[in-house]
């Protein structure tokens, strides 16, 4: 089993939340939440923070903390083949200044604002509609029930 600790950026302005494009080595395009790994060390708080910089070039401040969700992975369906537990930690962000842009050298293709009402059509990851359920009902256990993932929704 894998296993991955990682901080992620719940940005919402005017009905409209932030979401970044990753495309695969492959060349497979999945909208997400900006975040990624909490390195060796690192404060998960600080992650975010500079993961949000890195993947979308904004500058941001941390309003929050939503929650955290685990969640096991089947090796069947994982990506490595391997099962793989995931442990993403979820903090409500304000963006506070700098232009969004893809990351350099990296899997972000693309940064967009996207109107809520639009997200469920998109090809996207589980981690976006996580993160949308715990900005909406901000529970005081900071604890999402599961998000069931199929359709449109991808790991």
Same mark, same amino acid.
């Given at each position: 089993?894998?296993?991955?600790? !990682? ?17 695969? =080595? ?17 404060? =998960? ?28 992975? =089947?090796?069947?369906? !994982?990506?490595?083949?391997?099962? +793989? ?23 972000? !293709? ?29 529970? !005081? ?13 991808? +790991?």
């Amino acid at each position: 089993m894998s296993f991955r600790l !990682a901080a992620y950026a719940v940005c919402i302005e005017d009905e409209r939340a932030l979401l970044a494009r990753h495309v695969s =080595p492959a060349g497979e395009s999945t909208w997400t939440l900006p975040g990624g790994r909490v390195e060796h060390g690192e404060d =998960p708080f600080d992650t975010v923070i500079r993961e949000v910089a890195e993947e979308t070039g904004c500058d941001a401040v941390v309003e929050r903390l939503l929650g955290v969700d685990s969640r096991v992975i =089947p090796a069947a369906v !994982a990506r490595a083949g391997v099962e +793989h537990q995931n442990v993403g930690i979820f903090y409500q962000i304000r963006i506070t200044g700098g232009q969004l842009r893809p990351e350099p050298n990296g899997e972000i !293709a693309e940064s967009i604002w996207t109107p809520i009402a639009d997200i469920a059509d998109l090809r996207r990851s589980s981690l976006v509609d996580i993160g949308l359920a715990l900005a909406q009902t901000v529970p !005081a256990t900071g604890h999402v029930a599961p998000v069931p993932v199929g359709g449109l929704i991808q +790991h």
